[in-house]
């Protein structure tokens, strides 16, 4: 359980989540008292997504489209001394209270930051592969994906200027601030969903994120890569 000198705010940011926001918010308050408080931020969503995250206690605000632009919006809004940020269809798994006291029991915690393991939710033998691969990015560059949420204190955030008003790769641009070193694995899985995988087939779905990425690493303006992504 966080200490009061160290509340968590857990920030969501949603468009059209409706049907997975509440799981990833129960998970959160574990059928209890949320560690903190949760804040939703809608990008201007078409279904339920408001009405099910106040119906779990969250609060709910506004922003433009767009998770750079939302999270930040988030951070922004939020009391806490650590931000944890989560996707609106990541799940972080029943241990994740554990993983993050642990980390905030780091004497250098302050200036460290921390991510999930990433988990699909897919039985597929593909999906496994995907994680695997996500673990070689995250351990040996230093380059975790936004889907497996990013765990740091409100002032090594700020001090690192928080997230950018970025079309795509917004999350790719803060870990690269924070740099490899100062970015730790916590030891809980993050489940986040394969959709866009199984629509697009594993294959091209990996090609895709990797060209993606390499256009970022080129140069290439990140509205123009979000057209790309798909």
């Not at 857990?10 to 059209?16: G, T």
């Not at 990013?150 to 002032?155: E, G, M």
């Not at 489940?191 to 594993?202: F, K, N, W």
Request: net charge positive; with cysteine.
């Amino acid at each position: 359980m966080m200490t009061p000198m160290k509340r968590l705010s857990v920030i969501i940011p949603a468009l059209d989540a409706a049907a997975g926001l509440g799981n990833v918010i129960d998970r959160i308050t574990c059928g209890g008292a949320a560690p903190g408080e949760i804040i939703v931020v809608d990008g201007g969503s078409a279904d339920r997504t408001a009405e099910v995250a106040r119906s779990r206690g969250a609060t709910v605000m506004s922003a433009r489209r767009g998770r750079g632009i939302q999270m930040a919006a988030g951070a922004v809004a939020a009391k806490g001394d650590w931000l944890l940020f989560l996707h609106a269809d990541t799940v972080p798994g029943p241990a994740w209270r554990e993983a993050v006291a642990d980390l905030l029991s780091d004497p250098d915690a302050g200036r460290r930051a921390g991510v999930f393991r990433l988990r699909l939710d897919d039985p597929a033998p593909w999906a496994r592969c995907v994680e695997w691969g996500a673990r070689c990015r995250s351990r040996f560059l230093g380059l975790p994906y936004g889907d497996q949420g990013l765990l740091i204190s409100a002032d090594f955030y700020e001090s690192l200027g928080g997230f950018r008003p970025m079309a795509i790769m917004e999350d790719v641009d803060m870990v690269r601030r924070i740099g490899r070193r100062r970015l730790v694995t916590l030891d809980c899985d993050a489940r986040t969903s394969a959709v866009r995988y199984r629509r697009a087939g594993y294959g091209i779905r990996v090609v895709r994120n990797a060209f993606c990425l390499g256009c970022y690493f080129c140069g290439v303006p990140p509205s123009l890569i979000a057209r790309m992504y798909g």
